[in-house]
């Protein structure tokens, strides 16, 4: 049987589609609101600064983060030691670098990995729907269903306090909400004439859902992966102050945060608690200002 | 064979170093070479530890028991020399790869810091060494005893590990090291016979040169590293006059005389109030304030927990033979509902500690040593054949079936409980009985409102034969190591209370209104080593 | 649904480690107790039955009403919850008000002088709230107003001089404003956006045309229209308030459901674990629920049932 034009044209297509030779250039325009927004633009830079500090952290400092010297304990910051030394004489600014490591890590790796989860299940269920999906759906109710830091605390004292159970908790606490979020963009889209054409195109379920659906519903997904990194820094740092936080053996932001328990570290030696506590607060309003650029940047209905 | 092999190894090395301490590994785990335990022992500088981290509060250990006249003369000297250490390490040819794995139960930060100045301190001998934070079951992951007591494996999963000992009586630093009951040292025929002997009199004089002996022996093997002792701090604001009464070890109950104080504006405030209902006062004795003001002893002890002198009992009388003990209650004692204290309360509540489970050793051990103990432990008999009682003389006798050397320190702290208020409670389930969320006493004070978890307040109780106070109790739920204490106290909402970490006596002591008195204890905080091979 | 919930809760707590009678020996006693000792309490509080035994006993007892008993101490858990849910809602209830309040009203004031400084130092401002550590902010304020002013009581809830409501009113300054500050961003992010919404539609417009005061333009139509939904939407903020309260009431010492819930789950008193949770997942779906019925009424263009 003979190919009628229309089919030679839709095959082209294909063909090109699958060898990938479409490229998108659609994206400028968010970008220059962002741009535009200075707070964004502000965030993003410091962001960009502490975590470079973080990740470049033994140029920075000639200290290791675990080097132990009592003698030299509870010194005010000078020029050898810029943020002072702590309880044990380690250098608070390195270990103000090495933890950033480990919470920045925490924070950004959680919310990237459960954002990857919570769009593998909602893009898939949400385009297929069926079984796949109410099963999702159901169990995505019984996580939401807890406020978050119960449920942490719950998980925390069933699992045991470990770097990588921390982390396991937040994912598996945090896909919910990406899920949802992008089960809903899934199931708008879906009948949207554009994705009938695809289909109309024979292209596989997963190319339609993954490759040509995924990017229409990315914007509110960054939002959301940035606002996670922002709360799971955070809760990281108050589970820490209830003791069911990282191991004390990390140095973690939350775990150096923790000293000002201590009432009368908190009244005489400002430098170990001061420094760790705005540079939390700074990097985590930096992620909230990034957040919030990408929100107006991307959503037509909030205005600026 | 191998077994024969280290037996002739054992002897050759004997008659080598010409010392009582086999300078070899008794099993594959390398800590079970003495002298890789001595190394770790002299590589940790707990001299500068202590007047650092610790504010100069502690003092560094050289044996388990505390400083006093039962410290033996010639310990051997494990304090700070890494050379020597590196040098006992190169002997033992430490496997410089291994991890070794410390556990502890401090959640505290001054236990996070110890632990990573101690991890230093290793890191500089060449030893590796993690730790972590026991969490669950801890007293399972501690103290699970092997199923063979001397060859082992291990029935526990660490290498080393961070923890005290709160001794009353001396025998308790040595008694778990019997054959069977400890978890990290294999059993010895030889530490056995010591401890028998530190148990076999009543007599003080006689026991000193077995302690010596068997101090002596425990620092030659260092099968546990003694690191510091602990002392304990009481602290008072300046509205507390004690007028006369003694300071002593606060976690129990001694001759304080409470009811004497003067507290100017008539309240006392302090911690350790009630959150969800009042412990009951036989197994932390005398850690909450209600165990002290709210219940009442036959017995009273010194601050060092020596007994002095009666409080309920008019008389006692101890034969010499250390068999029978005999208590006669003073006149016209009452609970705090009024009912009359007869022996009979007496009677039933050492009964009840027979069968409660959640007891202190000391007061355990003496209630098992009472003739007819286990059969009526097992339910065989409903009666206690040693107690034999008459209420109207206001008389008991006990006969034991064992000596029990702390038998009338055991008295100083075991509080008397109204058999009419508790006598259908079960004694396995005796916490979760409705008497404890207002217990009634026969103490100084009584509880006249309870605020679970905001606080409770105490009144002196008028009938206490010890005189009357003038002053109310306000306890708040707040604990030795919540780190509430500080906050509380800044703001002006503690007069009393104890502590036992040295950061919060360096804040209360820079309070211009708290007063801080350091009171010696046997405490001593220590490494465990664990020898048995690994599971 | 809580019937699921509750059999996960129960199996996660069957799997962590140790369980209520190990949580009552402190360690530093732990080697004095046998394991007989131990055997004999287990038997004692049931823990030697099966796990779906124990399931099965306490999920018929709670059907009926009953809750159960807190192992540690014996106590009724209804009493217990009696105690604890009144302090939390306290202190959850007067943060919200606050939150409310300077939320709404700073929101308002930025829409009104939308891309102002003003708009934007007020931005700042409210994400700053959000952005520090709460338990790091609770600190802080204990020891500006509580140790160095001694303006304010460091912590607690109740005092024995106590007699009526107003004596408590220093205690609850603290930890309700810091836990306020917390929503305080969310609140005015609301008012904020519906305000502009509400400003461009065209009864105002006409408003205006007809010669009205600016002023009472925007008090008489403006901020009511705008305000509504945002007071609804905040008020169901509450069961997020009452687990987001937990790490406060540690701070302050305040003895809530979120402090009882983290000494039980410390403790492994499982039926206290229980309840305290499916009291949250209550809480929680009861109001999404509420919160589906109010929107869907407030706004004809939601109904209920789409997705």
Same mark, same amino acid.
């Given at each position: ?29 968010? &970008? ?130 470990? =770097? ?16 949802? @979020? ?20 024979? =292209? ?34 108050? @589970? ?9 053996? &990390? ?54 | 064979?191998?077994? *024969? ?59 388990? *028991?505390?400083?006093?006249?039962? $410290? ?16 006992? *390490? ?61 060859? +082992?494996?291990? !029935? ?51 026991? $000193? ?29 300046? $509205?507390?006059?004690?007028? +006369? ?21 008539? /309240? ?119 107690? $034999? ?35 259908? /409670? ?17 103490? !100084? ?20 034969? +010890? +005189? ?47 007063? /801080? ?19 | ?128 709230? #959000? ?46 404003? %810091? ?18 919404? #509400? ?73 206290? %674990? ?15 629920? %509420? ?17």
């Amino acid at each position: 049987m003979a190919k009628s034009s229309l089919d030679k044209k839709f095959d082209k297509i294909r063909e090109r589609e699958e060898s990938k030779s479409f490229s998108t250039k659609k994206r400028s325009r968010i &970008i220059s609101k962002f741009v535009n927004n200075k707070l964004a633009v502000f965030g993003l830079i410091i962001f960009s600064i502490i975590l470079l500090a973080t990740i470049f952290a033994p140029l920075l400092s000639p200290y290791d983060p675990m080097r132990v010297d009592l003698r030299s304990m509870r010194q005010a910051p000078s020029f050898d030691h810029w943020f002072g030394t702590d309880n044990t004489g380690r250098d608070v600014f390195t270990r103000v670098l090495f933890g950033g490591r480990v919470s920045i890590f925490i924070g950004l790796g959680s919310a990237i990995l459960s954002a990857l989860v919570g769009i593998a299940v909602g893009c898939y269920a949400g385009y297929k729907g069926g079984w796949i999906d109410v099963i999702a759906l159901r169990i995505s109710e019984i996580f939401m269903s807890f406020p978050q830091i119960i449920l942490v605390l719950l998980l925390v004292s069933i699992t045991g306090q470990s =770097l990588f159970n921390l982390m396991a908790i937040f994912i598996v606490t945090g896909w919910g909400g990406m899920y949802r @979020l992008a089960r809903a963009r899934m199931l708008s889209l879906r009948e949207e004439e554009y994705v009938q054409a695809l289909r109309s195109f024979g =292209l596989s379920t997963f190319t339609i859902c993954y490759k040509h659906m995924l990017p229409n519903a990315l914007s509110p997904i960054m939002v959301n992966i940035t606002l996670s990194t922002a709360m799971f820094i955070l809760t990281e740092a108050g @589970l820490s102050f209830l003791g069911l936080g990282v191991p004390l053996n &990390i140095p973690t932001w939350g775990n150096i945060l923790n000293v000002a328990q201590d009432i009368l570290v908190l009244q005489n030696y400002w430098w170990m608690w001061g420094p760790v506590g705005i540079v939390i607060s700074v990097f985590v309003l930096c992620v909230n200002f990034i957040g919030d650029g990408l929100r107006d940047s991307t959503d037509p209905s909030q205005q600026g | 064979m191998k077994k *024969l092999l280290a037996v002739i190894s054992l002897v050759l090395a004997q008659l080598l170093f010409v010392s009582t301490v086999s300078a070899m590994p008794t099993n594959s785990n390398q800590l079970s070479d003495p002298r890789v335990r001595q190394a770790l022992c002299m590589a940790i500088d707990m001299v500068t530890i202590g007047e650092t981290l610790f504010e100069d509060q502690i003092i560094p250990a050289d044996s388990l *028991l505390p400083n006093g006249p039962l $410290k033996a003369p010639n310990l051997p000297d494990y304090s700070y020399n890494p050379e020597k250490a590196r040098q006992l *390490l190169a002997e033992a040819n430490w496997d410089s790869e291994r991890e070794l794995d410390m556990v502890f139960y401090y959640g505290d930060q001054s236990t996070a810091d110890l632990m990573a100045a101690i991890q230093a301190y290793f890191a500089d001998v060449g030893v590796k060494m993690t730790y972590r934070l026991l969490q669950g079951d801890v007293g399972a992951q501690l103290n699970s005893v092997p199923a063979d007591g001397v060859n +082992g494996p291990a !029935a526990v999963d660490y290498d080393l590990g961070y923890g005290a000992r709160a001794a009353m009586v001396m025998q308790e630093y040595y008694n778990t090291f019997k054959t069977g009951l400890n978890p990290q040292t294999p059993g010895d025929p030889k530490m056995d016979a010591l401890i028998e002997k530190i148990n076999s009199s009543a007599d003080p004089e006689v026991l $000193k040169p077995y302690f010596f002996e068997i101090q002596q022996y425990q620092m030659e093997q260092v099968n546990i590293c003694p690191l510091y002792y602990q002392k304990l701090f009481i602290y008072e604001s300046n $509205k507390v006059d004690r007028n +006369g009464g003694a300071y002593g070890n606060a976690q129990y109950n001694y001759n304080w005389d409470i009811a004497n104080w003067n507290v100017s504006g008539g /309240t006392l405030q302090t911690n350790t109030g009630p959150v969800e209902f009042f412990e009951q006062p036989w197994y932390n004795l005398g850690l909450w304030i209600h165990n002290k003001v709210v219940f009442d002893r036959l017995l009273v002890a010194d601050g060092a927990m020596q007994p002095i002198g009666t409080s309920m009992a008019e008389s006692f009388d101890l034969s010499s033979d250390g068999m029978t003990l005999t208590f006669k209650l003073k006149d016209g004692l009452t609970f705090h509902d009024g009912e009359a204290v007869t022996v009979e309360d007496v009677a039933f509540s050492i009964r009840s500690a027979m069968k409660a489970p959640q007891m202190h050793a000391l007061i355990g051990n003496t209630v098992g040593s009472i003739k007819g103990a286990d059969a009526f432990k097992d339910g065989s008999t409903n009666d206690v054949a040693g107690i $034999k009682y008459n209420i109207a003389d206001r008389v008991i006798t006990l006969e034991l079936s064992k000596i029990d050397p702390n038998i009338l320190t055991t008295f100083t702290q075991f509080a008397i409980l109204p058999e009419h208020l508790l006598g259908d /409670t079960d004694p396995l389930k005796w916490q979760q009985s409705d008497f404890w969320q207002k217990p009634v006493g026969s103490g !100084a004070f009584h509880i006249t409102e309870v605020k679970m978890n905001d606080y409770a307040k105490f009144e002196p109780f008028d009938n206490y034969h +010890g +005189g009357v106070a003038g002053f109310d109790i306000i306890a708040y739920p707040s604990y030795d190591g919540d780190g509430n204490l500080i906050k509380n106290a800044a703001a002006g909402k503690m007069d009393y209370g104890f502590t036992k970490n040295v950061a919060d006596v360096a804040a209360l002591d820079a309070m211009d209104n708290m007063m /801080t008195k350091a009171v010696d204890i046997p405490y001593t905080r220590m490494m465990w080593i664990m020898q048995y091979p690994k599971p | 649904m809580l019937l699921v919930i509750s059999f996960l809760v129960y199996l996660g707590l069957e799997l962590a480690p140790g369980d209520a009678v190990s949580h009552m020996i402190s360690p530093e006693l732990a080697s004095t107790i046998t394991a007989e000792q131990l055997n004999a309490m287990r038997e004692a509080y049931g823990l030697n039955q099966s796990f779906l035994t124990r399931y099965w006993l306490w999920l018929t007892s709670m059907i009926q009403g009953d809750m159960g008993y807190s192992m540690a101490g014996g106590v009724a858990i209804s009493e217990i919850m009696a105690k604890t849910i009144p302090a939390t809602l306290e202190l959850s209830i007067v943060a919200l008000i606050f939150s409310t309040i300077i939320g709404c009203s700073l929101g308002v004031i930025s829409a009104l002088k939308r891309g102002s400084g003003t708009d934007n130092s007020l931005t700042v401002a409210g994400m700053a709230g #959000v952005s520090i550590p709460e338990f790091f902010f609770g600190l802080v304020a204990i020891l500006l107003f509580a140790i160095e002013l001694r303006w304010l009581p460091v912590g607690g809830r109740l005092l024995p001089h106590y007699e009526t409501v107003w004596d408590r009113i220093p205690n609850i300054v603290l930890p309700s404003m %810091v836990l306020a500050l917390m929503m305080t961003a969310g609140a005015m992010r609301y008012a904020r956006s519906s305000m502009l919404d #509400v400003l461009s539609r065209e009864f105002i417009t006409t408003a205006r045309s007809k010669g009205m005061p600016e002023w009472r333009i925007n008090i008489l139509h403006g901020f009511r229209v705008a305000l509504t939904p945002v007071v609804v939407l905040i008020g169901f903020r509450l069961p997020l308030l009452i687990g987001g309260s937990t790490i406060i009431e540690q701070v302050y010492q305040w003895p809530g459901i979120g402090s009882m819930f983290i000494r039980s789950v410390r403790a492994s008193d499982y039926p206290l %674990v229980m309840t305290i949770s499916l009291m949250y997942v209550f809480v929680v779906l009861t109001a999404s629920l %509420v919160i589906d019925i109010l929107t869907a009424l407030i706004d004809p263009r939601v109904r209920l049932g789409k997705e």
